[in-house]
């Protein structure tokens, strides 16, 4: 099967400007929470901001943010945005004003899951797209923690695209891998996307394309910007690549 994909001009807007926004969530005692974040990047599938609490990745929080309203799904005529995001990556961070946490969400939808209401310290998983173009979650079967997962090492040439809620591509580049596993890539890009985006992931070589979620975007100590991408559904072929990359790393997973 070849793989074929058309990029059209227009993109998504990913906005990196710092506004406010107003987080709220539950601790593992039910107790609730809330604090003022500064939120550094924002598009209409996601946000990344700090605050000063850590927050676990797989829990559910909810915002309150002036988003523009042509990024909101809902509520376009009102001052502010209320909506739940699935917390994706939680990494410390030390500055000139002391330690924080910079964390980045997935937007699923302006409410929770009702099994929230009855277990606020459940874990979630991405598991899909709802209707209105935003992400879709389940209860994850554990805890997220990070355990040990056959990560390979290899640099697999890919096509990466960003898209639409009609899984409609909107802009992509050819690109390279610097890891892969069956849940997830990490790939070398400047692809101008935000934390919970939608991208297609797509590698001719082994005949795989995927849906997948932005879990993280960031710098290494090479310069080179990285994308770290976690496969929604689709799982990549592993077991047809050369074993020789294998490497043994510490992975977070969800499931």
Same mark, same amino acid.
């Given at each position: 099967?070849?793989?074929i994909?058309e990029?059209?001009?227009?993109?998504?807007?990913?906005?990196?400007?710092?506004?406010?926004?107003?987080?709220?969530?539950?601790?593992d005692?039910?107790?609730?929470?809330?604090?003022?974040?500064?939120v550094v990047?924002f598009?209409?599938?996601?946000?990344?901001?700090?605050?000063?609490?850590?927050c676990s990745?797989g829990?559910?929080v909810?915002?309150?943010?002036?988003?523009?309203?042509n990024?909101r799904c809902y509520?376009h005529?009102?001052?502010?945005?209320r909506?739940w995001?699935l917390? /994706?990556h939680?990494q410390?961070s030390?500055g000139?004003?002391?330690e924080s946490?910079?964390i980045?969400?997935?937007?699923?939808?302006?409410?929770?899951?009702?099994?929230?209401? #009855?277990?606020?310290?459940?874990?979630y998983?991405i598991c899909g797209?709802n209707? #209105?173009?935003?992400?879709?979650v389940?209860?994850?079967?554990?805890e997220?923690?990070?355990?040990?997962?056959?990560?390979?090492?290899q640099?697999?040439d890919?096509?990466v695209?960003l898209?639409?809620?009609?899984?409609q591509?909107?802009?992509g580049?050819?690109?390279?891998?610097?890891?892969?596993s069956?849940?997830?890539?990490s790939?070398f890009?400047?692809? #101008?996307?935000?934390?919970?985006?939608?991208?297609?992931?797509?590698?001719? /070589?082994?005949d795989?394309?995927?849906?997948?979620?932005v879990c993280?975007?960031q710098?290494?100590s090479?310069g080179?910007m990285?994308?770290h991408? /976690?496969?929604?559904?689709?799982?990549?072929?592993?077991e047809?690549?050369?074993?020789?990359?294998?490497?043994?790393?510490?992975?977070?997973?969800?499931?």
């Amino acid at each position: 099967m070849s793989v074929i994909t058309e990029v059209p001009n227009e993109a998504e807007e990913v906005v990196s400007v710092v506004l406010n926004a107003v987080v709220k969530g539950k601790d593992d005692d039910g107790e609730s929470w809330k604090e003022v974040a500064d939120v550094v990047a924002f598009s209409a599938t996601g946000a990344g901001f700090y605050m000063a609490r850590e927050c676990s990745a797989g829990r559910l929080v909810s915002l309150m943010l002036p988003l523009p309203a042509n990024m909101r799904c809902y509520d376009h005529d009102k001052e502010f945005y209320r909506v739940w995001g699935l917390v /994706q990556h939680c990494q410390k961070s030390v500055g000139d004003e002391g330690e924080s946490y910079h964390i980045g969400v997935a937007f699923i939808g302006k409410n929770a899951p009702t099994t929230y209401h #009855d277990v606020p310290a459940q874990n979630y998983r991405i598991c899909g797209m709802n209707g #209105d173009g935003l992400w879709k979650v389940e209860p994850a079967k554990s805890e997220f923690k990070a355990r040990r997962d056959v990560r390979y090492w290899q640099s697999i040439d890919c096509y990466v695209a960003l898209v639409d809620k009609n899984k409609q591509s909107l802009m992509g580049a050819r690109s390279s891998t610097e890891n892969i596993s069956k849940s997830g890539a990490s790939v070398f890009t400047d692809l #101008d996307v935000n934390i919970g985006d939608r991208v297609k992931f797509i590698s001719e /070589q082994y005949d795989f394309s995927g849906l997948a979620v932005v879990c993280n975007r960031q710098a290494g100590s090479d310069g080179r910007m990285r994308l770290h991408l /976690q496969f929604v559904k689709a799982k990549f072929p592993v077991e047809n690549m050369p074993v020789a990359g294998a490497k043994e790393t510490p992975q977070p997973q969800t499931t």
